[in-house]
């Protein structure tokens, strides 16, 4: 009985996060970034991609995230930015459309915008 329980129930953050490697930009700021994106019930997982520094520079500074660009099947991307530094991690969604994408994309930049 504790198995059905635990199927409806919505996977923890770390659970969502996949891909190759899960190195995320930005330390615990960038973590709670993406813990708190992964908490969105159409999140189904996040997966980070190549870490890009460009010049050389402060590799400090702020942490900046922004939610952009869904594709046709809704799907959407996560850009992050550190001092010089660049990460993009894909963002699995289940819903299954360009406009149910922007949807997604507009509250999960809402949710950034909060904290």
């Known amino acids: 009985m ?9 996977r923890k953050p770390e659970c969502k996060l996949g891909g190759s490697h899960t190195t995320i930009i930005g330390g615990r700021a960038g973590k709670k970034i993406v813990s708190l994106l ?11 991609s190549v870490i890009t520094v460009k010049g050389k520079g402060n590799s400090g500074g702020k942490l900046a995230a922004r939610v952009q660009r869904p594709d046709d099947r809704g799907n959407v991307r ?9 990460q993009e991690l894909r963002i699995i969604t289940n819903v299954g459309s360009f406009e149910e994408g922007e949807r997604v994309m507009d509250e999960l930049n809402s949710l950034l915008s909060d904290i």
């Open 2 to 10: 504790t198995d059905a329980i635990n199927s409806k129930r919505v």
């Open 38 to 48: 992964s908490q969105h019930p159409s999140v189904k997982k996040m997966i980070p």
């Open 78 to 86: 996560l850009l992050l930015s550190h001092g010089t530094s660049f």
